[in-house]
């Protein structure tokens, strides 16, 4: 260290320069999106096509910011897979949208770290009361509300896979705690090694995951011939379990899984858990945003037994990732498995207002709730009613089309944005389809496999798509359905 | 759902809105930036002080971009703790910075989910690359590059915890499978209640938590007199804890410790952990980034004998948050322990590419690379070098100031951009003097407290940052205990 590092000066983007960068970005991605149905959905390049493209090394010196701009098609670009195109029909979908794209400018600029209320104010509170208009938008129960007064609401995590995760430990703690008084003579490891856990076997692979992150048993039980997971099957097997000297203390019910779309039965589910004193966790990730419109709520009817809740605005309701809303009702079994309190994150205010940190894994946490409220505000409700209303019209649409060609059947009844088919015949000749499809270049789809019947998924996911893109997108299905069954 | 809901069309933010709306927070946020110096660093808002400035309920229709803008400074600003003015010392620094800004935005436009190496190959290519770039810029061993062509290198987590707790999931994993077959006849419960970890007892509490989380025990051990963990210190309790039948399998060492930026014996402890086969993670979220800079690299020597690093590019790289950098020299067994592989999520290039999802806690990953790319390439290492040795600077002249008037000491050699000091006094004395720097609403601190020793903290936290900027803190400092020991 020398006195004259006091004096130094970078010589490098300074705000001159960043508002000519940032402006032309902004054009740059006016243009990618407004045109994104133009490009090809998947890219050709193969693994490693990228390392020959930039240098060994980062630069010793500044660029200017033209050079960087100048390379995003070459080096990017041609590497990207077009989540937001219409031609894009796998996974499910994930968010974008114009106003969350500028809430996370200004979430950036601000770039404070809200672990607790004094970090920065305005990042937990703009949250707190975001997770009540948007619980509110979902018709979900007071109990699970801020706004009720007590210790119940709502938090952004990043994920899904992490609320299941946090509810999990939630559930456990409190357990714990039951079984200890009731019997102070085991161990945490005595009683660890009895918990036991349930899901739909057609449950997304992170509540696995969680399972195996939490040290528990998952069990994951067989669904009805729809899909759903149902109380009846939840009962005997909380009570078969319980014969046998384990303690069930958490259950996950899926609200549009993740394979088809189907939805677990919650009124039985949450009688089942209620009555049994068990956690219960609704992983609503994909379906959830479908709850701003009321006519869709008869399939989440039950939810007021549920002990926490969590859907994915970043994937259905156009708030750009990472934005996963979850609410609890009973917080404070998550904040006391979490509370680890060094002195330097204390502060005079505790207890007032929610430490979010004691909510979460991670510690830091960005200024998420921003892109929360310019969504709602610069859609309001009846917009984002209308893109969930469209997209299941395209879905039906697609389903439609799909059913008038008997080569074809519907594996699963569409109720939202996905639709799940086959061509009516074995397992290998299905698999040849996607080949096929995905092969040609112009969609992309991935498939699922339900009890060894293989089936192909077309998720709507652009907030550009229009019927004329469910037209291109099932004449790409059925002429790869004629290549193969025409080889014949 | 009927047929007219194909026709809906937003009414609400087209290409042209965006552009305007995104022109004129681009000028927001340079002069918010630009002029941050003139705002009071901490709001002096009450919990609560939010909801009463917006509506009770998200609103029915779309509103223009003009009116959310115009809310930023009355809702969001009024309630925003300043991280990024020169008046804030508090906690470490977090990074921000015009490139990075710049990268979000197109991060956000692309917002493909990086699952997978064919859900975005680009997403998943950049950041290999990059965390090569960056593992040379830090002089890391090739052993932990993914250039050395072996299974090693680098992922993107989201926050030091995360990967404090995935390096502890890969070190149970590793540990587990070999215990396994030393001892078929032991469960995972048996072989799971012996395992413990260890760490210096300053270490983050994130490390705790993954203690916690993991369902392990970690023994925090007591450091030097200069707060470093020594390898005797190590060695002597994993002997102990061997002779009592326990297995020990994990250790974090911890290079600039919260409290006041201590250093591990990273030698020591290396030599220890090799000699004994046992997992080390080094966990150096803040000072990491110091080692761009060749002279401050002392500080690793041992870095070759770990199992795992990781430093917080979003903490003092001028990278926004979330960007913590992983390095690993055999993930296999963390992808192991992870590897929950559904159908939907498989692909034909599964193998030859990293699929990150393998490598971390949730499962959705945003484009992150892109920000660490634009920082390299717009900075240069030249400038980023420039900035961690401007601010180390900056400490020591804080240092020379309080050291140079002799009611103060300081706590801890100063070796980063963290001052600790205090007023040669008691804790309670040096407790009212923080009360008054904070209260008088200046600039912001916080306390950290060592073996019953209370000491507060000066972080160097802004890129804004200058000379005249510590004299008007070390002022502030001075002036509050001129008020304490005049009024005694
Ligand atoms: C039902 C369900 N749960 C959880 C997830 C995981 O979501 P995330 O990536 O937010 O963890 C998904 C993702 O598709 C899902 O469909
Ligand atoms: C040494 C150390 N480790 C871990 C962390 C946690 O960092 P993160 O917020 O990225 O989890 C910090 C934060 O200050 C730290 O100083």
Same mark, same amino acid.
């Given at each position: 260290?020398?006195d004259?590092?006091?004096?130094? %000066? ?13 402006k ?23 693994p ?24 995003? $098609?070459r ?42 209320w ?11 009361? &975001?997770?009540d ?27 899904a ?12 703690n409190?357990? &714990? ?13 005595d ?8 899901c ?5 692979? @992170?509540v ?23 109380g009846?099957?939840? %009962? ?11 303690i ?7 609200l549009?899984?993740? +394979? ?28 959830? @945003? ?9 399939? &989440?009817?039950g ?7 969590n ?9 750009n990732?990472?934005? +996963? ?5 009973e917080?404070?079994?998550i ?19 929610p ?18 409220w ?21 879905a039906?649409?697609?389903?439609r089309?799909?059913?008038?060609? $008997? ?6 009844e569409?109720t &939202? ?23 040609r ?16 998924r ?31």
């Open positions: 260290m020398s004259q590092d006091l004096k130094l %000066k970078f010589e490098t983007m300074e705000a001159g320069d960043f508002k000519d960068f940032a032309a970005m902004t054009d740059y991605i006016a243009e990618y999106l407004e045109n994104i149905r133009d490009r090809q959905v998947v890219p050709s390049v193969k490693g096509y990228l390392r020959p493209l930039v240098p060994e090394q980062a630069p010793e010196k500044a660029e200017p910011w033209t050079a960087v701009m100048a390379d995003i $098609e080096v990017v670009m041609s590497g990207v897979t077009h989540w937001h195109s219409p031609r894009f029909h796998a996974y499910f979908p994930t968010a974008n949208s114009y106003p969350a794209i500028v809430a996370d400018m200004l979430s950036g600029a601000i770039a404070c770290i809200g672990f607790t004094i970090a920065s104010p305005a990042c937990t509170e703009l949250e707190v009361v &975001m997770l208009w948007l619980g509110q938008m979902l018709g979900l129960p007071e109990s699970f509300l801020a706004r009720s007064g007590g210790e119940a609401g709502g938090v952004i995590q990043g994920t896979s992490e609320a299941t995760l946090v509810a999990l430990l939630g559930a456990k409190r357990t &714990m705690l039951r079984v200890k008084e009731q019997h102070p003579e085991w161990t945490d490891t009683i660890l090694s009895k918990l036991v856990g349930y739909n076997k057609q449950a997304h692979s @992170s696995e995951r969680a399972g195996l992150l939490g040290g528990v048993k998952l069990r994951a039980l067989q669904p009805d011939g729809k899909r759903r997971l149902r009846d099957t939840l %009962k005997d097997a909380i009570e078969e379990d319980v014969r046998n000297g384990l069930p203390f958490y259950v996950v019910a899926t549009g899984t993740t +394979s088809s779309c189907a939805f677990d039965n919650l009124e039985e589910i949450g009688e089942v858990c209620s009555s049994k004193n068990i956690w219960l966790h609704v992983d609503a990730a994909y379906a959830g @945003s479908a709850f701003i419109c009321p006519e869709y709520r008869y399939l &989440m009817k939810v007021d037994k549920a002990d926490s809740f859907f994915n605005p970043h994937k259905w309701m156009l708030v990732f990472d934005c +996963s809303a979850m609410w609890l009702k917080p404070r079994w904040i006391d498995a979490f509370n680890v309190d060094p002195l330097y994150l204390k502060h005079d205010q505790q207890g007032s207002a430490d979010y940190r004691h909510w979460q894994i991670p510690l830091g946490r960005r200024f998420r709730a921003l892109k929360l310019f969504v709602l505000r610069l859609y309001g409700v009846e917009n984002l009613q209308k893109h969930i209303r469209k997209h299941i019209a395209l039906h649409l697609f389903e089309l799909c059913s008038a060609d $008997e080569r074809f059947e519907i594996y699963e569409v &939202m944005g996905l639709v799940c088919f086959r061509l009516k015949g074995g397992n290998e000749q299905n698999e040849e389809l996607l080949r096929r499809i995905n092969g270049g112009k969609i992309h789809l991935v498939p699922s496999k339900i009890d060894d019947t293989y089936f192909l077309v998720a709507i996911c652009s907030r550009f798509s229009e019927e004329s893109d469910i037209h291109i997108s099932w004449e790409e299905v059925k002429a790869s359905a004629d290549e193969i069954l025409k080889a014949r």
